[in-house]
């Protein structure tokens, strides 16, 4: 793969810069509950020398009922400085599952306008597996400034998407498997309906990776949104179960030099909930 620090790297570059003064690691380990993991619990027992913890949950906007909503811009600088994490900072995010939740939080940096912000290709697992060092220690944190700019064009709202499946324009392309899409499996959050946005297309975010949870080549991202019948050319609205790994499309986008590409922060979480929006299934 070709590193890039404002998408992804790979192990061995993070290894080889992982002695910088303004690199900034983040832990960013996060599980839906059928998965059985502890994100914050398996930070504190092992973790990549630095890396600070991000809290998917509470760096959010909690006054919203749906799930890890975007955090209003001063939560976010609030956490960030007090994680001594500012302005001047390259930032390197991964999960303990390969390549999970680490693109929502690459997402989120991108949302508030900072960019140095990448992925680690294959995560915590790959990087424990080749050998490098852990600690469980967490790090010494001085406050650091940070300038916040929201990109308010990078997430889009219930209303805007609601108008896109109805004109067919941006495309929207749904992260679930397969089987959550066609409406033949249960959602794992109660009280939501099966089924997808009418007119969505279905790319599992899976898809975009190899077996070993790193992400595919820019042939095999190129190749996969393309089987799933995603025009290339046009912009995209990125969405998910609650809009975590549709962040892995966005980030597969951005690979491929995509630039008109948003998410929907409220996901199947809010569409799912409402009678009035239209599902379709199959």
């Known amino acids: 793969m070709t590193d890039d620090p404002k998408t992804l790297v790979s192990t061995a570059w993070l290894a080889a810069h992982l002695g910088d003064p303004d690199l900034r690691v983040i832990d960013a380990s996060w599980y839906l509950p059928d998965m059985g993991r502890d994100g914050r619990a398996e930070y504190d027992a092992a973790h990549i020398p630095g890396a600070r913890y991000f809290d998917i949950d509470e760096i959010s906007d909690l006054r919203s009922p749906l799930p890890h909503m975007a955090p209003p811009v001063e939560k976010f600088m609030s956490r960030m400085r007090a994680m001594g994490i500012g302005d001047g900072h390259q930032v390197v995010v991964y999960d303990g599952a390969g390549l999970f939740s680490a693109a929502r939080v690459w997402w989120l940096f991108r949302l508030m306008g900072k960019t140095d912000c990448a992925v680690l290709d294959g995560g915590f697992g790959k990087w424990q597996a080749e050998g490098h060092p852990v600690e469980d220690m967490p790090p010494v944190t001085r406050d650091r400034h940070i300038t916040v700019s929201r990109q308010n064009h990078l997430v889009k709202d219930v209303t805007q998407v609601a108008a896109a499946a109805k004109l067919g324009s941006p495309q ?14 249960p959602e794992p959050r109660p009280g939501l309906r ?6 969505s297309k279905n790319l599992h975010f899976r898809a975009l990776l190899n077996d070993d949870g790193t992400m595919k080549d820019i042939d095999g991202l190129r190749a996969a949104f393309e089987g799933a019948g995603v025009d ?8 998910c179960g609650s809009g975590v790994t549709a962040a892995i499309l966005s980030l597969a986008l951005e690979r491929l030099g995509h630039r008109d590409h948003a998410l929907y922060d409220g996901s199947w979480s809010e569409w799912g909930q409402f009678d009035h929006l239209a599902v379709e299934k199959g």
């Open 172 to 185: 929207i392309v749904d992260a679930r498997g397969a089987a959550r899409f066609r409406g033949e499996e």
């Open 232 to 239: 290339l050319s046009k912009p995209v609205i990125t969405s």
């Open 194 to 199: 099966s089924g997808h946005i009418p007119g």
